[in-house]
C-alpha cells in the first residue's frame, strides 16, 4: 500500500514540476516573440555568442 502511495505521490510531484517548468518556457517564449520581437531577440542572441542568431530566435 505505502509503496503505491509513493509512487503516486512522485508521479503528482513530477506533473506539477513539469506543469511548473512549462508555464516558465511559455513565459519565456511569449516575451521573446511577443514582448521583444523576434528582431531583437536575434540581436541579443548576437550579443550573447550565441550560435546562428537568426536561426535560434526563430
Known sequence: MSLTRTAAAR???LLISRIGL???FIAH???KFHTN???KTAA???QMGVPAPTLSAY
Open 22 to 24: 512549462g508555464v516558465v
Open 11 to 13: 508521479d503528482l510531484v
Open 29 to 31: 517564449g511569449w516575451q
Open 37 to 39: 520581437g523576434l528582431d
Open 44 to 46: 541579443a542572441f548576437e
